[in-house]
């Protein structure tokens, strides 16, 4: 999980573009220079470590804010959004803006997945120049 944050992006780009091209190819489905491409690769690329930030804040809750919650009769629902999620509210800032800033810097594959001609993009990665 984590050594894909060892890559730099630009070097995931042409595996991506393969990628969807050949599922395009398979299904007939065009997936390259379209919008909605970008709805599958942010999540794809941010959940992980977004989660991994996550289970560790709600590991330090303590325990006893739960079992304190049921004794004085909340709910399941309730222990979520009045203990929980008030208690991971910097674990929730810390992952949004991970995701943002992680999504942000993906300018290059934006920019290559939205623009026609998109083979500027590949002869530039792929070529010696």
Known sequence: MFLTYLIPDTLLFLPLFKMFAVFGDWTGIQLINRWYVLLILYPTLTVPFCTWIMIGYFASIPKELDEAAIIDGASWFQ???????????????????????????????????????????????????
């Open 79 to 129: 222990t979520l959004t009045r203990i929980f999620i008030p208690v991971a509210m910097p674990g929730l800032i810390a992952a949004t803006i991970f995701a943002f800033t992680v999504s942000w810097a993906q300018f290059s594959i934006r920019w290559c997945s939205r623009h026609r001609p998109i083979s500027w993009c590949c002869r530039s990665a792929s070529s010696p120049a």
